[in-house]
């Protein structure tokens, strides 16, 4: 993980919805601060306690810096910088209508627009396009060593990887018109194409509006005509971007079954199109002696696991009662689960392509909300991918 955090580096985190990635995010931004690099952390919808940790109040397009002396009470090296920003969708959206090139009312009237503030909204993958947007400034900007870009909460993570071409593909069927203008007077081959195509696009419209906005749809393609090259091209400089060499994604997921099966299918889909898988987190593995003991890469079981197979006998025992009966079976079950992730989590490890860090981050006592938590959190992330458990602690 440590050679994840380099100067120049981009990070973007990647991972189904409710798996940890915001908080990763932070920890990791809190990692490379530490390790002496400036640091930007674009965060997506974060709880209110982390909100309030990084001091970030509302959304907005500006990262703003953590104060030295908050990073110090959380126990980075003084001289730490690290400087957050909340996504702000909508803001992003119109600021880069704002940006285009177009005359003042053109601007006002796309702005203004009810498909286009549909679109920003509630289109699949608006939000995700938003947060690329986010990376690339800051990007451009020059002004930080470091970029972590959390992602909004999806599904399926592989909707974050299909959202610019999904939106680029709406905004280039300019042949809305079709849809609009039904094609009598072409030929007849012209029409079956244009009616597939207008199929086509009447489908993806509503999803997120409804037919009474279609009018709205036509005006908003009729004004923006002239911007949307403008836009598609903002979107090949960004997919660029995100393909560089310098740009690694960091897979968040826990350890069930299911998970796993589909972070093997994202890791695939990752090499399939050419992006660099840098590191994947197993967020809320076992306890914390399991996870540290799977960590380091021990050939034994971890002591408190061994100890539940030695209650077994008291079990038998002709002193025992229903409730310690009842009690033992319980821990039984719980030793029997914890190994059979210890046993997934090390059939992952060694398919898992050489050069890729793996962490794992035990299930924390409470929600992880404050700065000192999240630095140990941090701590555990940096230290945990010193080794790669290869083996399982059975
Ligand atoms: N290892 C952990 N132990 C205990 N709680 C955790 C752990 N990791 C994350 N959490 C908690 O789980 C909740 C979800 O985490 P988080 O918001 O980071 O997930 P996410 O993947 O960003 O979710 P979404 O897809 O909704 O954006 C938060 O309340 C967080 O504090
Ligand atoms: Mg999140």
């Known amino acids: 993980m440590k050679d994840l955090l380099s100067k120049e580096s981009l990070l973007v985190l990647l991972g189904n919805g409710g798996v940890g990635k915001t908080t990763v995010a932070a920890a990791l931004g809190l990692a490379a601060a530490d390790a002496g690099l400036d640091t930007a952390l674009i965060t997506v919808d974060p709880s209110r306690r982390l909100r309030d940790a990084l001091g970030l109040r509302k959304p907005g397009l ?25 996504l702000d969708v909508r803001g992003m959206w119109d600021d880069l209508v ?15 627009n009810l498909f286009y503030q549909r679109f920003t909204e509630h289109f699949p993958g608006s939000e995700t396009y938003a947060a690329f947007e986010q990376l ?28 610019p071409g999904r939106i680029s593909r709406l905004l280039r069927t300019r042949g809305l018109n079709w849809l609009l203008k039904p094609p009598l007077a072409v030929t007849a081959l012209a029409a079956r194409f244009a009616g597939r195509a207008a199929r086509l696009v009447a489908d993806q419209l509503e999803r997120f509006t409804g037919s009474s906005a279609l009018s709205d749809a036509a005006d908003f393609f009729a004004t923006a005509t002239h911007m949307l090259s403008e836009v598609e091209d903002r979107f090949a400089r960004v997919s660029r971007l995100i393909k560089a060499p310098r740009t690694k994604f960091v897979l968040v997921t826990t350890a069930e079954t299911q998970r796993m099966a589909q972070t093997r299918r994202l890791i695939a889909e990752l090499k399939a199109r050419r992006l660099r898988l840098g590191a994947v987190v197993i967020n809320r593995f076992a306890d914390e002696p399991t ?43 719980y030793r029997e689960h914890a190994q059979e992730r210890m046993e997934e989590v090390a059939r992952f490890a060694r398919d898992l392509p050489s050069g890729v860090a793996l962490a794992l981050l035990p299930e924390l006592p409470s929600e992880v909300g404050n700065l000192r938590g999240l630095f140990q959190v941090s701590g555990r992330l940096t230290a945990a991918c010193q080794r790669r458990p290869e083996r399982s602690a059975l």
């Open 98 to 112: 704002e940006h285009l090139n177009g005359d003042d009312a053109t601007r006002q009237r796309i702005l203004a």
């Open 62 to 86: 500006r990262p703003h810096s953590l104060s030295a002396a908050r990073l110090c009470a959380a126990g980075l090296k003084p001289h730490a910088r690290l400087s957050a920003v909340m």
């Open 136 to 163: 690339y400034r800051l990007e451009q900007s020059h002004s930080f060593d470091t970029l972590i870009v959390d992602t909004p909460p999806a599904a399926h993570a592989l909707e974050f990887l299909d959202a």
């Open 291 to 333: 996870c540290s003991a799977v960590a380091e890469g021990s050939p034994h079981e971890p002591l408190h696991l061994r100890e539940i197979a030695a209650l077994r006998d008291l079990a038998q025992a002709p002193s025992s009662t229903p409730a310690m009966r009842e009690l033992i079976e319980y821990l039984d079950d």
